[in-house]
């Protein structure tokens, strides 16, 4: 049975829940002090964390089954096998009905055979599969209700957490359950019913050995057959199928890939982001800052800005020195290299006397120093000019976070000059004590 995964990390996600979960224990006292737009927040990542967590259970469950479908070559060999079989077996009616064309009346009671079995396989095929994924979605549903009936939730956020699965699960199955049968239902069983009457009425009229029982058997015997064969192509093709376009619709419920234009790893790190400093406050408004510093809720939101910004900043510095130190590293290793690179000139010196060896020498070795102090001029040039476009991306990076961490402090200034003793803090209509953030 599915189940909702509403606790477990599951095995397809990196992202870990742990904040999320907390808010879900929150008293609802806490969270009805929290700023509505706060509690928005809140709200939204609890849907999407529910959402994903289904969807990621979800596919799991549907990745076995899909992958037991057989490939298209074995679905075609299939068809035709039931076609052929059907032919000779589905026929009793085209007999009747071509009974007195004489020669022909054989082939053209096995093509009509062929055909009217063709077509009853198809809609029994269809029906079944229709009848099996609405019976899927049903379960799905059962069960993601049924584990939801059976916990308390904590607080409106973990009661949330609950109706956003059973909404995904509804939204994509659904309308499983709302599929009519209509014309398959009709066409396969009307037709299944006149060739078993059709058949059953020839039997009879040939006296068979075991009364009506045998009779009723061997006569429903083709029909039988047509229908197991839909079965077959229902659980081996059509439902695996199914279950792959489910999975379709799953994916874009996880909160992996490409979000808003972004990487899967920059959108899942913003979000984190968001989460932690979210988390951060929630904390605060319920148990305040234990060491009195921070007064109100403006305070600690721009206390965290400020201690985020800062912490970026330093990392931004450290990785420009990082990177400035590498180009330096690459720039002496290569300049330690440039001697043994140098293109000696291939000169025949066999049979010259030493003093023309010589000479050759001397001028190998002045032409090496002057390549190598031109390559040393060009490295340099090259080295600066690296170095200048490293120091101006970081330069604007670590302007923006200084201007974001004078905006920061101008927040928290602000919010410590309109703090006063005789305030209680704003904390979505739900004041508290005057003790209460202390």
């Known amino acids: 049975m599915l189940m909702a995964n509403s606790g477990n990390n599951g095995s397809r996600s990196p992202i870990k829940w742990s904040v999320i979960d907390s808010w879900r224990r929150l008293t609802p006292a806490a969270i009805q002090r929290l700023p509505k737009q706060m509690r928005a927040n809140m709200e939204q990542r609890v849907a999407e964390s529910a959402e994903s967590r289904q969807a990621e259970t ?12 057989v490939s298209p070559t074995g679905k075609k060999v299939t068809q035709i096998i039931v076609s052929v079989v059907g032919a000779l077996t589905f026929s009793a009616g085209a007999q009747v009905l071509t009974s007195r064309l004489g020669a022909v009346a054989l082939p053209a009671a096995i093509v009509g055979g062929g055909l009217a079995s063709y077509l009853v396989d198809d809609r029994a095929t269809k029906v079944i599969t229709k009848a099996r994924s609405a019976h899927s979605a049903k379960q799905t549903i059962a069960s993601v209700k049924a584990e939801q009936l059976s916990l308390v939730p ?15 699960v509804q939204k994509i199955e659904g309308p499983e359950l709302q599929k009519q049968l209509g014309v398959d239902v009709i066409v396969a069983g009307g037709m299944s019913a006149a060739e078993f009457t059709v058949s059953i009425w020839i039997v009879t009229q040939l006296g068979l050995p075991g009364g009506i029982l045998v009779e009723a058997i061997a006569a429903g015997l083709p029909v039988m057959m047509i229908w197991i064969a839909a079965a077959f192509q229902s659980d081996k093709f059509e439902m695996p199928q199914h279950y792959a376009e489910l999975m379709e619709k799953y994916k874009p419920h996880l909160l992996l890939g490409e979000k808003r234009g972004l990487p899967a790893a920059k959108y899942l790190g913003e979000k984190k982001a968001e989460e932690a400093r979210i988390d951060y406050l929630v904390k605060f408004v319920a148990n305040g800052d234990p060491g009195g510093r921070l007064k109100n809720l403006g305070m600690a939101e721009a206390d965290y800005d400020i201690r985020v910004l800062r912490e970026q900043k330093h990392q931004l510095e450290q990785q420009r020195d990082r990177e400035i130190a590498q180009k330096w590293g690459e720039h002496k290793h290569e300049v330690a290299n440039l001697p043994r690179k140098f293109p000696v000139p291939e000169v025949d010196t066999v049979g010259l006397p030493p003093e023309q060896i010589k000479i050759h020498q001397q001028k190998t070795e002045l032409r090496r120093r002057q390549w190598v102090q031109e390559k040393k001029e060009e490295l340099k040039n090259t080295l600066e000019e690296a170095l200048q476009i490293i120091a101006v991306s970081y330069e604007t990076k670590i302007k923006q976070c200084e201007e974001e961490l004078d905006a920061a402090q101008q927040r928290y200034d602000e919010a410590r000059d309109n703090w006063s003793d005789d305030d209680y803090p704003d904390l979505g209509g739900h004041p508290g004590p005057k003790n209460f953030l202390k």
Do not use: G, W
């Open 154 to 168: 904590a607080n409106e956020l973990d009661e949330l957490f609950y109706q956003s699965q059973l909404a995904l």
């Open 58 to 69: 979800r596919l799991d469950d549907l990745t076995v089954k899909a992958d037991k479908q």
